[in-house]
């Protein structure tokens, strides 16, 4: 079966230091892709950054990296230095590319508190 | 950039009113999604389409329907709302072929049913 399981329901972090967001996912589809999604408390869903299975870099986008490892099925978020507007949720979804429908399989989130 | 806009962002209907979310976006995405995200059970899937006049049920489609008559709206029905039905929705759509592209989401709809 797809999943995606996010093992922190909360974290809290004092700003400026580096997070790790975890997430694991599990398919047999060797071709897949994962995405993270932050949502502020006005909540509106912001694309953060995608790392696809075959890609041979970890993705980074800014602040944001992905630490994907493949063997053990995982993909987490590290955001370095930490400032107060991170404070929000954070979601893991993952694509499996055998479905056509193009539609994503989530986690149930990360809440995220940087702390001043 | 894309823009998926919800026509709502704070909704109050009364239980067993007809309630319409509607959802439009300019970047002629072929696919689009509603979604509802409940505190503890993150974003379950009610409908998608993947073009005009196509739809799929989700996870949990009952008590739903949904209409695409044009391309850039995708419409979320509530036949009869109940009070179980409140919640945040939130639509969103994606282009089919690239599957590298995220879901773009509106801003989301609080809906409240009393």
């Known amino acids: 079966a797809q999943k995606i399981t996010q093992t922190q329901p909360g974290m809290f972090v004092q700003e400026k230091e580096a997070v790790t967001l975890d997430c694991t996912y599990d398919?047999?589809?060797?071709?897949?892709?994962l995405f993270w999604y932050k949502q502020p408390s006005s909540g509106e869903m912001i694309f953060l950054i995608y790392?696809?299975?075959?890609d041979q870099q970890n993705a980074t986008e800014g602040r944001y990296s992905l630490n994907f490892q493949k063997a053990r099925k995982s993909a987490n978020l590290v955001i370095s230095a930490s400032q107060l507007g991170d404070s929000a949720m954070y979601f893991c979804?993952?694509?499996?590319?055998?479905?056509?429908?193009?539609?994503?399989?989530w986690g149930a989130g990360t809440k995220l508190i940087i702390k001043p | 950039d894309v823009k998926v806009t919800q026509s709502s962002r704070y909704l109050v209907k009364r239980t067993g009113e007809k309630v319409f979310l509607e959802c439009v976006q300019d970047?002629?995405?072929?696919?689009m999604f509603w979604y509802r995200q409940d505190p503890g059970l993150g974003l379950r899937l009610i409908y998608f389409?993947?073009?005009?006049?196509?739809?799929e049920k989700g996870d949990i489609p009952e008590g739903y329907s949904v209409s695409r008559e044009k391309k850039e709206r995708f419409s979320l029905i509530l036949e009869s709302a109940s009070t179980n039905q409140t919640s945040m929705y939130l639509c969103?759509?994606?282009?089919?072929?690239?599957?590298?592209?995220?879901?773009?989401f509106g801003n989301g709809t609080r809906l409240t049913v009393t």
């Open positions: 389409s993947y073009d005009v006049k196509m739809k």
């Open positions: 969103a759509s994606t282009p089919t072929g690239r599957y590298n592209s995220p879901l773009h």
């Open positions: 970047m002629d995405h072929e696919n």
């Open positions: 790392q696809g299975s075959y």
């Open positions: 979804a993952m694509r499996v590319h055998e479905d056509s429908n193009y539609q994503l399989i």
């Open positions: 398919t047999s589809d060797p071709s897949y892709g």
